[in-house]
Structure formats: structure tokens, C-alpha cells
T-cell receptor, first 110, second 116 residues
């Protein structure tokens, strides 16, 4: 079992819809959680970070964290074709390293 | 805003050759991290440095070494290159990244290494 699990997708949503991306993690001692967006062949770009249980909103993006369920999600409202990318969930447990999930491919249909 | 700078952006080497990748962190960031991302894979943590000292180590092969210099830039040295070393190598930087910190890591554009 991978330490960080994501559905690989592709997740296909129509333009203007809400895209919901999910991630589970195995280490209960995990401290901080990140969502990165990665276009093919490019570097991971930070979208959101969340440290505490609950919701955190930033523009069209909302991150949700439930430590009891070891679950973190990302909602993208008013999805645009330019949001089409792979979304990587990353977890920081101990030390410096980020442990990534394999990513969910999102496709937003015009 | 200034971002992480990596050089070179593309590198082609033969098997058994050596390669050096460079990373210049965001100004005032004191911690650098190296990740390797193979085709279709998620980024894998290699090593990190804080204030010129190694602060954490991941799945870095013994053939690889790295260091951080007084100006905070870092270099990843790779020797006896193998075909399986072909990957994207990302450097990330953050502030005060000693173990346990929650500081956010910002990624550079990466170096695409191809080993023939």
C-alpha cells in the first residue's frame, strides 16, 4: 500500500463544473498536506496547503482535511480547460520529505 | 517573483558518465530539496540540505552525492550513470526547513536527464 493514495483518473468534468479530487494517507503522524498541479513535462506548482482539520478556501480552490479519516481533498469550482492537468497530493510526515501520491489526471471539457 | 532556478534544463549523457545538476533557491530560502521523477511516476525525495548541512535523506543511490554551498545553491552530482537514471530532477526550496518544519516547498523547472 502506498503511503499516499489517489485515484489516477482521468477525472473528466465539463467546463464550469466542480471537480473533486481525493487523497488518503497512511501515516497518522502526518503534519501538513499540499496540493500541487503538474502539467506534462513541467514542474509541480503549489495550489494549496492545509495543516488543520476543516476547510481552507483560496479563490476557486478549497482544500478539506480530515485527520481522523486520514483524508484530504481538493475542490475546484468553475473548472476551466486550463485546469486540465495532473493534481498531486503531497504529505509531510517526519523529516523534510514530501511523499506524493501518483496524481489524478483532470480533464475539463469545453 | 523570483523562482527556483535549475541548470541545465536538459542534459544528455552516456552510460557510466557523470553529471552535475545545479539549483539556485528562491532568495532568502535556506533549504533545498532534490526529487527524482521517472516517466509516469510521482516525484521521489532524494535528499535535502539546511544551512549547508544534510537534513534528510531519502532514496538516493550511493552513486549520487549532493551539497549546499555558502550562497545556499546546491549541486547534485551523479556518477556511473545508468539508463534508469533518466528522469526529471527537481529542486525545491523553502525557508527554515529543518526536520519537522511545515514550510512549503516551491519547485524549480527541473532538469531532464537522458542517459543513452
Amino acid at each position: 500500500q502506498k503511503e499516499v493514495e489517489q485515484n489516477s483518473g482521468p477525472l473528466s468534468v465539463p467546463e464550469g463544473a466542480i471537480a473533486s479530487l481525493n487523497c488518503t494517507y497512511s501515516d497518522r503522524g502526518s503534519q501538513s498536506f499540499f496540493w500541487y498541479r503538474q502539467y506534462s513535462g513541467k514542474s509541480p506548482e503549489l495550489i494549496m496547503f492545509i495543516y488543520s482539520n476543516g476547510d481552507k478556501e483560496d479563490g476557486r480552490f478549497t482544500a478539506q482535511l480530515n485527520k481522523a479519516s486520514q483524508y484530504v481533498s481538493l475542490l475546484i469550482r468553475d473548472s476551466q480547460p486550463s485546469d486540465s492537468a495532473t493534481y498531486l497530493c503531497a504529505v509531510k510526515s517526519s523529516g523534510d520529505k514530501l511523499t506524493f501520491g501518483t496524481g489524478t489526471r483532470l480533464a475539463v471539457r469545453p | 517573483a523570483a523562482g527556483v532556478i535549475q541548470s541545465p534544463r536538459h542534459l544528455i549523457k552516456e552510460k557510466r558518465e557523470t553529471a552535475t545538476l545545479k539549483c539556485y533557491p528562491i532568495p532568502r530560502h535556506d533549504t533545498v530539496y532534490w526529487y527524482q521523477q521517472g516517466p509516469g511516476q510521482d516525484p521521489q525525495f532524494l535528499i535535502s540540505f539546511y544551512e549547508k548541512m544534510q537534513s534528510d535523506k531519502g532514496s538516493i543511490p550511493d552513486r549520487f552525492s549532493a551539497q549546499q554551498f555558502s550562497d545556499y545553491h546546491s549541486e547534485l552530482n551523479m556518477s556511473s550513470l545508468e539508463l534508469g537514471d533518466s528522469a526529471l530532477y527537481f529542486c525545491a526550496s523553502s525557508t527554515s526547513g529543518w526536520q519537522g518544519s511545515t514550510d512549503t516547498q516551491y519547485f524549480g523547472p527541473g532538469t531532464r536527464l537522458t542517459v543513452l
